[in-house]
Nanobody, 122 residues
Framework: EVQLVESGGGLVQTGGSLTLSCSAS????????VAWFRQAPGEEREGLLCMNSDGSPVYADSVMGRFTISSDNAKKTVSLQMSSLKPEDTAVYYC????????????????WGQGTQVTVSS
């Protein structure tokens, strides 16, 4: 059974940093692309970054320079490092997986975690 479990969410002040982790199990980690999405209250889910199966990252313009994605294949973990956080970064953050290459739309990802809440206080 494919499982993705996010961790590391919490409350942080504006300008602070936070690292989220996505732990994967139930599939061959090296064969999959893993992405991070977020969904703020009343908003659509937004794609942020993705790590292709070959280790190449893809970044959305909205987080370029503030968010970084990294992976540890041995631990089957993909991390999202967030810095210079703003109140508008407040959202539930999800990781998602798809075979090999990052997709553009959320429907291209068949596997999802349950999400972790990030709240940035002003």
């Amino acid at each position: 059974e494919v499982q993705l479990v996010e961790s590391g969410g919490g409350l942080v002040q504006t300008g602070g940093s936070l690292t989220l982790s996505c732990s994967a199990s139930g599939f061959t980690f090296d064969d999959f692309a893993v992405a991070w999405f977020r969904q703020a209250p009343g908003e659509e889910r937004e794609g942020l970054l993705c790590m292709n199966s070959d280790g190449s990252p893809v970044y959305a313009d909205s987080v370029m320079g503030r968010f970084t994605i990294s992976s540890d294949n041995a631990k089957k973990t993909v991390s999202l490092q967030m810095s210079s956080l703003k109140p508008e970064d407040t959202a539930v953050y999800y990781c998602a997986a798809t075979l090999r290459w990052c997709g553009t739309h959320e429907y291209e990802y068949p596997y999802w975690g349950q999400g972790t809440q990030v709240t940035v206080s002003s």
